[in-house]
C-alpha cells in the first residue's frame, strides 16, 4: 500500500510518498518528502499573512506533488491523505481540491487527516510505534496541546493553550526585539550566547477549570501571553533606562540574555507540563512534535529529564518536526487502515477538533 499526503494548512505547501510495511515496529517508509517554504514570503510583513498563503499555495502544489512522486519513484498511488483541518481555510482549501480532484481522477480513496494527528503520527514514522500508553505535547506556531494516547491512532486531549501557542509567542517576542519572522530559530540560537538567569520572567499556572472547555480539567493548561507582555514591559522599561528609541535594538549581550530567559521559561513550563501528565497517567514514553521541537534547549532538557525518571523520549527529526506531509501521509495510513475515507463534499475545517 502507497499513499500520497498533502499538506497545506499553513505556510508549507508539501507533498510525501509513504509506503505501508509488514515490519510490526515500524509500520511505514517514507519514499520522498517535499516541503516548499513561504517563510522568505511572509517574513516581509512580519508574520503570516493568509491570503498571500493561499495563493503561493495554488502555485506551487502542482510542482511539490510532481516532485514528490518522481522521487519516491512511483506512478500510481494507492490512496491520498491531506489536512482537513485545523488551519488557514484558503490554504487548507487549495490542498483539499487538489487531492480531491487528483483521487477523483485516479479512483482512489481519499483520506481525510487531523493537522496535529500528522504531528503526532511524525514520531512513529521516524521510530515505530511509541511504548504505550503515551503523553505526547504538541508544540507549534498555532498549537499547544497536550494529548493522551493509550491506543494507536486515540487521541485525548489533556489540555492545551488558553491563549497563545508556544511558538506564537517566540515569533511575537522575536518582533518586539527586532530578530525578524519566524523567531523560534533566532531566539533558539541567541539563546545560546545568554544567561537564562539574567531577567525573572514570571511563569503561569494554571488551576482552575477554563468555563469553555468545561470537560478539561484546566490544571494541564499552558499560557503563555502573560510571558509575552513581561518581555515587552521588560523591553520598554530597559530602552527607557537606556534611552534608545523605539526602532533601535537593546545591545547585543542584553537581547542575548533576555532570549535565553524567556527560553528557560517557555522550555520549562512545557516539561514540568509534559512530565507531570506522563506521571499522572502512568506513560510509559512521552513524545514532543510540531515546530517548537525543532529547540534546542527543549530536546536537550527533555532527554535529560527522560534519562532521569526512566522514560523514553521520543522527539522527530529537524525535517518531521515543522510542517510537512510526510506527517500527513503517515496519519492517513493509520486512518485508511482503521477504515476512515472521506466523499467527494469533504470539506475544510479551520478549527476542527481531535477526537
Ligand atoms: O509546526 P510548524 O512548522 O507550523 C505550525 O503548525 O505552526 O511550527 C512553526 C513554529 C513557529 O512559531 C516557529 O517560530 C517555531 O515553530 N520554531 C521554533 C524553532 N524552530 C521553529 N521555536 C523554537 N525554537 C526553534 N528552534
Ligand atoms: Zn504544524
Redesign the pocket.
Known amino acids: 500500500m502507497i499513499i500520497l499526503g498533502l499538506e497545506t ?4 505547501t508539501a507533498a510525501a510518498v509513504v509506503e505501508e510495511t509488514d515490519d510490526q515496529g515500524r509500520p511505514w517508509r517514507l519514499r520522498s518528502s517535499v516541503v516548499a517554504s513561504q517563510m522568505a514570503l511572509h517574513r516581509e510583513w512580519g508574520g503570516i499573512v493568509p491570503e498571500l498563503s493561499a495563493r503561493q499555495h495554488i502555485r506551487d502544489i502542482c510542482g511539490v506533488v510532481s516532485r514528490a512522486q518522481a522521487e519516491a519513484g512511483v506512478e500510481a498511488v494507492d490512496a491520498i491523505a491531506v489536512t482537513q483541518g485545523p ?1 488557514l481555510v484558503g490554504s487548507l482549501l487549495v490542498g483539499l481540491s487538489f487531492a480531491k480532484s487528483l483521487a477523483w481522477a485516479r479512483n482512489v480513496p481519499l483520506v481525510p487527516v487531523h ?1 496535529l494527528a500528522g ?1 503526532i503520527e511524525s514520531l512513529v514514522l521516524e521510530n515505530g510505534e511509541m511504548p504505550l500508553p503515551a503523553v505526547v505535547l504538541v508544540v ?4 499547544t496541546s497536550l494529548y493522551r494516547v493509550a491506543t494507536p491512532g486515540h487521541y485525548e486531549l489533556l489540555g492545551r493553550t488558553r491563549d497563545d ?4 509567542a ?2 511575537k517576542v ?1 518582533k518586539l526585539l527586532g530578530l525578524g519572522y ?4 533566532v ?2 540560537r541567541r539563546a545560546a550566547r545568554g544567561d537564562d538567569h539574567a531577567v525573572p520572567f514570571p511563569r503561569t499556572r494554571i488551576t482552575h477549570a477554563d468555563r469553555n472547555a468545561p470537560d478539561l480539567p484546566g490544571t494541564r493548561d499552558f499560557s503563555f501571553s502573560g510571558l509575552k507582555t513581561s518581555v515587552l514591559r521588560h523591553v520598554t522599561q530597559r530602552r527607557t533606562t537606556l534611552r534608545i528609541g523605539d526602532n533601535e535594538p537593546l545591545p547585543d549581550p542584553e537581547i542575548d540574555d533576555i532570549c535565553a530567559s524567556f ?1 528557560r521559561v517557555v522550555v520549562e513550563t512545557l516539561l514540568d507540563r509534559l512530565f507531570d501528565a506522563a506521571r499522572g497517567y502512568g506513560a510509559m514514553s512521552v513524545g514532543i512534535a ?3 521541537s ?3 534547549r ?1 530536546r536537550a532538557d527533555s532527554r535529560a529529564r527522560g534519562e532521569k525518571r526512566g522514560i523514553p523520549v521520543f522527539i522527530p527529526g529537524i525535517e518531521l ?3 510537512n506531509a510526510a506527517m500527513i501521509a503517515a496519519a492517513g495510513l493509520r486512518n485508511y487502515r482503521a477504515g476512515v475515507t472521506a466523499g467527494w463534499d469533504l470539506s475544510a475545517d479551520a478549527s476542527l477538533t481531535l477526537a
Do not use: F, K, R, W
Open positions: 494548512s499553513c505556510d508549507e488551519g493537522h504531528h507549534s506556531g498555532g498549537h501557542a508556544a511558538g506564537e517566540y515569533d522575536a519566524p523567531g523560534g530559530p531566539i533558539d527560553q510540531g515546530g517548537v525543532a529547540n534546542s527543549l518536526s515543522t510542517d
